[in-house]
């Protein structure tokens, strides 16, 4: 039978690769890249797969397939539909691959960004084929070191304090906290600057952007104190590398 690897390989640097990760690497035959347009971060994400790719693995011992998916398009009425709209296309593509570029009993991967386990599709996108039954495989998890994990390094922070819950939430979720919710709350994927929602209470950031890589930036304080700058530097960065990819702790 056919077997699938989601390989997490961590944010962005080729040095957080776990050795499970690198000896399944070895294991592959195929390895599917999605590419989602001509945006300069999808193609920056493009380019860290191979690196990784070249870097642990010998040259002629795997195959690279690449194919096409669309952007997400915005469903201005309902972002789950957006998204469940996005991630059918998906697996309508993943499909294909499974089922014309490996041979029976051949092992494929996909490379993901941190760990497949949060915020990722694939995971689902794998069970939804199954369950629509058009291809038949066995699929395996192998998991990776997340932004947050990052994050909480880079700032020397532990995750939570004595005792403590921690949420985890998107720059979308996070506004519908009134501020006195917000004890310990990790942000991903916030696009339009959430934390300005809490910028009156007492509360702390720990910010990071371009996690692990060399462009990697840090920033931490008490929000109303370093909102100003905050916002300068995203703004900055998106203007100057065209993508930015940030994850802060909100912290009271
Ligand atoms: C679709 S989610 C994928 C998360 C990923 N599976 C993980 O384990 O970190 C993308 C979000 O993860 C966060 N992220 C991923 N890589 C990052 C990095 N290198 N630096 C900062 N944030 C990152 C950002 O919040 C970004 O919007």
Known sequence: MKKIYLIGIGPGNPDYLTLQAINTMKKVDVFFILEKGERKGFKEFIKIRKEILERYLDRGTYRV???????????????KEGVKTWRQQKAEVITELIEDKMKDSEIGAFLIWGDPS????HLEILQHILKEGAVNFEYKVIPGITSIQVLAAM????????GESIVITTGRKVKEYAPAEITNTVVLLDTYSA???FKDSDIDIYWGGY??????????????DIIEDLKKLRSKAKR????????Y????
């Open 240 to 247: 100057e590398k065209g993508w930015l990819m940030d994850t």
């Open 249 to 252: 702790i909100l912290r009271r």
């Open 195 to 197: 934390f300005k929602h």
């Open 118 to 121: 949060l915020y990722d599709g």
């Open 65 to 79: 397939v690449s194919a096409k998916i669309p952007e997400r398009k915005k469903n201005r009425k309902s972002y």
């Open 155 to 162: 700032h020397k922070i532990p995750l939570n304090r004595i």
């Open 211 to 224: 996690l692990g890589s060399k462009d990697e930036i840090l920033l931490s304080g008490r929000l109303r």
